[in-house]
Each structure stands twice: as C-alpha cells, then as structure tokens.
C-alpha cells in the first residue's frame, strides 16, 4: 500500500503552551486509522494542524507527496482532505440539503460522491432536507457533518470524535457507513474517546497522550492492558 | 522608571508654567491660535476617554458642541447672563441631553452605536434650526462687546497692560488651558481607580469583568454624561471666541468629530499621552498643509487608515514599545518583593 | 388626496433611500461590518458615472453599465487591501478606517470635481409622468422604486438560490467551518462588499438624474441608509426595503407640513420605531 499522509515530527503551541510534541504518523491508501487517547491528549489538536487550523511550529505534513504543512485551510482542504469537525459544526442559516451542498465546495473533479448518494447511504437527510442543519437530533447532524465532509470526495477523511454525546445505538448506525465510505476509495482517520468502536473499525491503532503517540499497532497486536496504560498513564513498573 | 517619572513631571511642570503665561509675553494672534489647538485637545481627550477606554465609538460629539454653544448663547442674548455663567450652562445643558441620547443610542450595539450618535446629533442641529429667537437656519451673533463684558476681563486688562479684546482672549485662553489640565489629570485619576480600572477590565473582556461585580452599563453611561459635560462646556468656550453661531458651524461634524477622531487615532487611542501627541501632529500638518486644502483632510484621513493598519496604539504606542517609556502609566505596578512596606502598594493587585 | 398623492411620493422616494442602504444591509449581514464610507462610495459612483457620460455622451442609464464593473472591481479592492486587514472582534479598526475612508473620498471629489453641484442628465423621461387616476406619479420615481424592489429579489435570490449565496451565509455563521469546506472567508467578503459597490451604483444613477448632488451630500446619505436597515431589522433584505419606505413616507409627510421638517421627521421616525422595536421591523431569528 502507498502512503497517502505522511506526518513527522508534528509540533504545535497555543501561545506558550505546547499542545504536540513531534508526532509522526502515516495513513495508507484505503487504510482506516484510529486516535484514541483521554481528554486534552491531543488528538483534537492533531486534526486541527493538519487542517491547517492550529498553528505548527514544526515537523511536516505530507499529502501524496506534496508538502502541506503551514497552507492555509482552504487550500488544504481543496487538495483533498474534509473533515468532520468536532461537535459537528453545521451552518445554522443553512437547510440540511445545503449544509451539504456546501461541502462540495472544494470538490475536485467527478468523484464516487454525489448528493444522491450521501442521501442513500444516510435516508433520513433527503427526508428531511429542507430542515435547518440544526434543527435535526444530535445523530442526524452527525450524519449531514459527515455527508458534508464526503461532498468533496476527500481522499482523505478525518472525523473527529464522532461518537461525543451519542447514544450507542446511533453510535453504530453512524459506524454503519464506514464499510462504505472506505470502498469509495476514501482513506479515514477517527479520533475516538471510545476505545471498543475504535479498535473495531481501525486498521491501525495509535494512542495519544499529552501531546504524544504513547503506543501504535493493529488492534489484534495490542492487549486491553497495554491500552489500558497508554490511555491512562498508569505504569506497571 | 522613578527618574522618568521625576523628570516627566519637571517637563510637564515647566512647560504648564510657560503655557500660563504665554498671554503676559506672546502676541494676540499666538494665543488665539494655542486657543484653538487647546479647544480640539480637549474634544479628543474626551472622546479618548469614551472610545479608547469606555468603547464608546461615539460619531455625534458635535450633538454636545453645538448644545454648549447654543446654551451658551441663549443665556446670554435671552437671559442676560454673564458669559462665563453661560459657559457652565452649556455644560450642564450638554450633559442633561446626553440623557435621552444615551438612553437611545445605548440601545445600538457596537458599531451601530457609532451611527445612532451621528443621527443624534443630526436631530439635534435640525431641532436647533427651528428656534427662531436663536437665528433659526442662519444663526446668530452675540452683542458686540459681549467679550469684553465678561467678569474678570478688567482686572486682566489691567494685570496685563492690553486692550479689552485681549484680556478677553487671554481669559478665554486661561479657562480653556485649566479646561485641559483638569480634563488630564480627572482621566488619570478616574482611570486608575476602582472604577476606571472596572472599565478597562470591561473594554478587554466585557463578561469576565461582569463576573466580578462590574457593572458595565452603569460605567458607560457615567463615562457619556461626564464626557458630555466636558464636551459641552468645551463647544460654549470655543463660540465665546468664535462669536457667531450658525446651527451647521456648532454641529459640524467634520470639525468636532472628525477632526478630533484623527487627533486622537493618531496620537494613540487608548492611551492618555496619546491626545496630546496627535494635536501636536495635527497642528504641525495644518500649518505644513495649510496652502493645500482639502489635500489636508486626505492625507490626515490617509495617516489616520495607516496609524489603524499598522499601529494600533497610534505614535505613542509606538513610542511606548521602542523606548519602554510611559509617562502617564495606567497600569499599576506589581508590588516590590519587599515585606517591610507593604502600605505603599495597597490598591495593587 | 393631498394625504395621498403625499403617501405616494413617500413610497417611491423608499425606493430611493433602499437601494441606498441595501448594500450595507447586504456588507453588515454577511461580515458585520459597519461602512461610515457607504454614502460616499454612493456619491463617487454618481461623479464616475458623470465622467463616463461627459467622456462618451452616453445616457446614464448606459453609463452605469460601464460604472458598475469599475466600482466592483472597487469594492473588491477596498476590502482585500484594506478592509480585511481591520476586521475582528475589535470593532474600532473597522469603524475609524471607513470613517477616515469618508473622508478621504469626500476631499478627493472636491478637489477633483469642486463644491458646484451636479445632475445626471437623463433626457425627456425625467419630465415624464404616469396619470393613475387618484396620483399622478413621475416615470422617474416610479423607475427607481422599481429597480429598488429588483435589487432586493435579485439579492434575495443570490443569498438563497446560489452557490454563492451559500458560501455568504455559511461563513457569515462560522468562518473557521467555511474554511474547512475550502471557502476563502477574505474572498467571500471581497465579492460581497463588490457588489454591495454594484448596488451603490445604482442608487447613484437614480440620485444624480433625480436631484443634484456634490461632495458634501454621501453623510447624510449613510445616516438614510443606516436607518433604513436598522428599522428593517439587520440582515434581512426585505425589511431593509420596508425601513426605506418609513424613512421615505415619514420625509415625505414632515415636508408637506413645512418642507423644513423633511429630514427631521425621517429621523424621529428612526427614532420612535427603535423605541418600540428596539430589533427593527423584520429581525433574523439567529443573530
């Protein structure tokens, strides 16, 4: 497999204070890839670097060999990475059909994703089309936030913290979409507090911990005590 | 820091002590000119205080201009009162109108507050071109002589040696410049005290100085009515010198607003040295720029889109951030690690 | 009949007084950016479109074909190299740059063009009148209401219907999102504020051929508009076409009881509906 996204030695600050210490990271083609780790790990800071959103210090960000670190957010996202913002962010003043025709903004040539068939893979948004993006119960406008992101026929989708505020059930009706997504040709990088749905979607596992990857592998590789301790910082020793 | 302060003090002391004498040594025309420069000193100061400090972009200053000089004139065409009685009606007339206009312009938020005080002011010279005692549209002039009438003119007459005119100048003058001074120096104090400190806690964070007991409206409303006054009183001294008033010279909004906004922009907005610097530039450019007209108005509306790009803080920032010099510091400073004298610090926080 | 011939004129003269203050409705909705240069850029597309028809002896009608690209390509300018610099939470540095940019714009026409007055000379249609039976109504204000009421449906149009309409309203809600759906905030607002400059032409069309103009009139024009889209309620079009129609009924009935009292009415009348509906006429449910 190729490597789509390549990610050395990332370094971020908000003001004085350094949210990410050197992260490297790669995605490959058609590969899924989770992040998991507690609050303020990191992880929401990582997606925001590479988006061009935060700031970064130092290290670099590779898309198909093309350097993208430090371009502005629009650019980036015209080369072909959406994103799926935490807590969902949909436009107040925009219907659910335009909160996702708008994604298709840094569309790039004809891809696999249309309207028509974000609207199959999710029914419920050409139901309700003509609703406000934020009228719609907290799922659904998972669902249009995650639709947007596809409009522009990413190659690479980054969702963060789909699962935040979600009952379960919805939770896995969301996860539902993914076998999907991926054969569309869309590679995926989740952030995720939940481990279970993270390690069940994942190709590759990383656990972030301030600021830094504490530990990397394929799910079946890594023990739930291993995890454990990435994920909480407690050591054996 | 300490021999900065000494020293700015001795300069300051020196050069008030030159400014109140300036009558007794300089020629007529001298001080009719500083008259003018002290006239928009005072303006920008108190428009300073309500933009840079209170954020209040007030664009209808002239609203207290043109009340203060029309008050004035009313009291002494219609009342019979002494000029300088007229003056101080013209602040308190200025001030009571702030009431309603605040009441109304508090309404508009942020940058439409700026326009409210425009139409305001707007309403308040088109109700002023209706009162016919006072001119109507064309206005009107004071008595002849009126000036010279004034209390106190004789005793400066003879104090000084000159005609009448000049005494009533160098009268005019004297009450303009202590006009200055105590607009300076009531901004240091009010700003560094509990209150003044509560508005500048509000200007860079309106719910968190909220949260601790500060009442913003309140604030701003006083900081309107006091600036008010001080405006008011300003405009009624300035008419004493002009003599004449027509309802679009009182609320012109080019030569009390507008001017006054560059004076203070550039000089620094937000800062108290910062009036004081701008009509220094400004007079330095009229004199520089004066055979050229309206080329003037532009390249101080230029200087005043560039100081806004570029420098924020204006020249004082400026000279602030190159030297670490501030003569007139706001902020208190933290207290000295000594445990022997607390008591002079108490108010630091 | 008086009351209504009065009532009439009021109307058509709303017209007047919306297509002043749609482009400000259209700047303040998308970027809440509040322009103390609109009256000015109006009365500079009346002295460009006076150029042009002295230059070519176009009718003005021609002429604002010509005016309207250039006074875009204007608005864009404005706004990339000055504007979007000041924009912020801080709401002084836009304020005091537009208000130097009044300025700047009123001295540059008066050494350019002098304090005379000036018309736009649109031929016979300006002495043209429509008989309805009960009023007699001028071709020309009856033009300009009409163009008023087209501009607003055909911005309505653009904000609703059109891709571009989208992006204004998705970044007027959230810039840091728009950015991530690849939307250029500085660009969006770089078209918006060139074709609010397209509507100000218009305006100025209709203000040089209906009555002369000079320098010194853009302020009071900014204080018509500003009221209009404040009684309007801020954001929406249509009530900035309804705040214009106040103003300009209210002007209308104050001048037919003494023509002195023309602009005083239309701002106690400003004044009187702010009382009452302190968020206009016509308020955005999310703002």
């Given amino acids: 497999m190729t490597t789509l996204l390549d990610i050395a030695g990332l370094t971020a600050h908000y003001g004085d204070f350094q949210a990410l210490f050197g992260v490297d990271l790669t995605l490959a083609e058609g590969e899924t890839v989770a992040i998991i780790g507690a609050n303020g790990a990191g992880k929401t800071t990582l997606m925001r670097a590479i988006t061009g959103v935060a700031k970064v210090t130092a290290g670099s960000v590779m898309l198909a060999g093309e350097d993208i670190t430090r371009l502005p957010a629009p650019d980036i996202m015209t080369r072909g990475i959406a994103m799926v913002p935490e807590g969902r962010r949909l436009f107040p003043s925009l219907s659910v059909e335009e909160n996702l025709l708008i994604g298709a903004h840094a569309r790039r040539g004809n891809g696999y994703w249309t309207l028509e068939r974000v609207q199959t893979l999710f029914p419920i948004l050409k139901e309700r089309r003509h609703n406000p993006g934020t009228a719609l119960s907290g799922g659904q406008q998972q669902m249009v936030a995650i639709g947007r992101a596809l409009m522009s026929n990413p190659s690479v989708l980054l969702c963060d913290e789909l699962s935040l505020g979600l009952a379960p059930v919805i939770i896995k009706e969301i996860y539902a979409a993914f076998p999907q997504i991926k054969a569309s040709g869309t590679s995926i990088i989740v952030v995720e507090q939940d481990i279970g749905q993270a390690l069940r979607v994942a190709d590759h596992v990383h656990c972030m911990m301030e600021g830094r990857i504490t530990l990397s592998g394929r799910p079946a590789d890594l023990s739930r005590d291993a995890i454990h301790d990435a994920y909480f910082g407690v050591s054996h020793a | 820091m300490t021999l900065n302060r000494n020293l700015g003090l001795c300069l300051a002391f020196l050069a008030l002590t030159a400014l109140y ?213 300003c405009g009624a001294l300035a008419f004493i010198q002009i003599t004449r008033v027509t309802p679009d010279a009182a609320f012109s909004v080019i030569d009390w607003t507008a001017f ?46 560039a100081v806004m790009l570029f420098a924020r803080r204006g020249l004082w920032g400026l000279f602030i951030d190159r030297t670490g010099i501030d003569l007139l510091p706001l902020t208190h400073r933290p207290p000295r690690m000594v445990a022997s004298r607390p008591a002079a610090h108490r108010r630091s926080a | ?227 209009a889209v404040i009684i309007g309620g801020l954001g929406s079009l249509w009530g900035t076409l309804a705040g214009g129609i106040v103003i300009g009924m209210a002007q209308a009935l104050g001048a037919s009881i003494n023509p002195e009292w023309q602009i005083l009415s239309g701002h106690i009348a400003f004044v009187i509906v702010l009382l009452i509906r302190p968020r206009g006429l016509f308020p955005r449910a999310n703002d």
């Avoid at chain 2, 937000?270 to 520089?288: D, N």
């Fill in chain 2, 260 to 305: 006054v906004i560059f004076i203070t922009v550039i000089g620094g907005i937000g800062t108290l040295p910062g009036p004081i610097v701008g009509v220094a530039v400004f007079y330095l450019l009229q004199r520089l720029l004066a055979d050229y007209g309206t080329i003037y108005l532009i390249v101080l509306g230029c200087l005043g889109i």
């Fill in chain 2, 21 to 233: 004498a300036l009558p007794a040594i300089a020629p007529r025309a001298m001080v009719q000119d500083l008259f003018g420069i002290l006239t928009l000193l005072v303006l920008a100061m108190n428009w300073n205080l309500l933009a840079g400090f209170a954020g209040l972009v007030s664009v209808g200053q002239q609203a207290f201009v043109g009340i203060g000089a029309y008050a004035m004139f009313a009291a002494i065409i219609l009342a019979g009162l002494d000029p300088l009685v007229g003056v101080l009606i013209g602040g308190i007339a200025a001030a009571l109108f702030a009431v309603p206009m605040a009441f109304f312009a508090f309404r508009l938020n942020g940058a439409y507050f700026a326009i409210g005080t425009w139409v305001v002011a707007d309403i308040a010279r088109l109700a002023i071109s209706q009162w016919k005692a006072l001119g109507g549209g064309t206005g009107t002039s004071l008595p002849k002589g009126t000036a010279k009438e004034m209390a106190f003119v004789d005793q400066i007459k003879e104090l000084l040696d000159v005609s009448s005119a000049a005494a009533a100048d160098a009268l005019t003058y004297w009450l303009m410049l202590s006009l200055a001074v105590g607009v300076l120096i009531a901004s240091y104090v009010f700003l560094r005290s509990r209150m003044g400190l509560g508005l500048q806690a509000i200007r860079d964070n309106e719910n968190a100085a909220r949260s601790v007991g500060v009442d913003p409206v309140k604030l701003k409303a006083l900081v309107f009515l006091l600036t008010a006054f001080g405006t008011g009183l």
């Fill in chain 3, 1 to 227: 009949m008086m009351l209504i011939d009065t009532l009439a004129q009021g109307l058509l003269l709303g017209g007047l007084y919306a297509l002043f203050a749609a482009g400000l409705s259209l700047v303040f909705g998308i970027m809440r950016l509040v322009n103390l240069a609109h009256g000015d850029l109006i009365i500079l597309g009346a002295y460009l479109i006076l150029t042009i028809t002295t230059a070519t002896g176009l009718n003005p009608f021609l002429a604002v074909l010509l005016a309207a690209p250039v006074m875009f390509g204007l608005g864009w300018f404005l706004q990339t190299h000055l504007l979007n610099r000041v924009l912020g939470a801080d709401i002084l540095p836009p304020l005091l740059v537009t208000f130097g940019l009044s300025v700047v714009i009123q001295n540059a026409l008066l050494s350019g063009f002098s304090a005379d007055s000036q018309k736009l000379a649109a031929g016979t249609i300006e002495a043209q009148s429509v008989d309805l039976g009960i009023v007699t109504l001028g071709v020309m204000p009856l033009l300009t209401f009409a163009s008023a009421v087209a501009v607003v449906f055909a911005l309505n149009q653009v904000f609703y219907r059109t891709a571009l309409g989208r992006a204004f309203r998705a970044t007027s809600d959230d810039q840091t999102t728009a950015q991530l759906m690849g939307i250029r905030p500085q660009n969006i607002f770089a078209i918006a504020t060139g074709i609010a400059l397209v509507v100000a032409t218009i305006a100025a069309l209709y203000l040089g051929t209906r009555a002369n103009f000079d320098p010194s009139i853009g302020p009071a024009r900014l204080l018509y508009a500003f009221e």
